[in-house]
């Protein structure tokens, strides 16, 4: 998204807000990142919405929204600042570079797993063989904090460990899941 003041953010945010319920769901943010040039998936919009929902009402209130257009620019930043021959695509090399830059550190093995499960999933099946698109890069951005969000519930000490059960870990599993 743009960096807009806060004000800005507000005013825009209440014209996406189409009913006027000082939320919006994953239709209203698609189409708000969709009116900022972002083609983002539905299936990311509400994997990103889900991510700041912190009521569980799959919506957001403008504080989240707030946070969420924060989040969008430092991934935007990350991918650009790791996409070094400026061609719109962050080759496979610089994937992890620009995971790491955007605040996540999976490993080389969870980050081939991941694209392949995007890639055959049918989450995205257009687009460079070897490399992501800034959409594609924000679905796997997109997954990653929606799973260090459901990690977290279990992480009581925020040392990233955590003991899970079975059904915990079917859990975490579910939240995934679109």
């Known amino acids: ?32 990142l969709s009116a900022q040039g972002y083609q983002f998936k539905r299936e990311t919009a509400g994997m990103i919405l889900r991510q700041f929902d912190v009521t569980g009402t799959s919506t957001i209130e403008f504080a989240q929204f707030e946070a969420l257009n924060a989040w969008i620019l430092a991934c935007q930043q990350a991918f650009g600042a790791s996409d070094t021959d400026r061609s719109g695509v962050v080759e496979t090399k610089e994937i992890p570079t620009a995971l790491r830059a955007a605040g996540y550190n999976p490993s080389d093995m969870a ?49 990233g460990t955590a003991t899970l059960t079975i059904a915990q870990l079917f859990e975490i599993l579910l939240v995934l899941k679109p």
């Open 1 to 32: 998204m743009a960096a807009f003041t806060r004000d800005q953010l507000y005013a825009f945010f209440r014209a996406v807000d189409k009913d006027g319920s000082g939320k919006i769901d994953a239709g209203e943010l698609a189409a708000a």
């Open 111 to 159: 980050i081939n797993i991941l694209l392949r499960r995007m890639q055959f999933g049918g989450l995205y099946t257009e687009g460079p063989p070897n490399g992501l698109t800034f959409p594609q890069f924000m679905d796997v951005c997109a997954f990653l904090a929606l799973g260090r969000t459901a990690f977290s519930w279990y992480d009581g000490d925020r040392d």
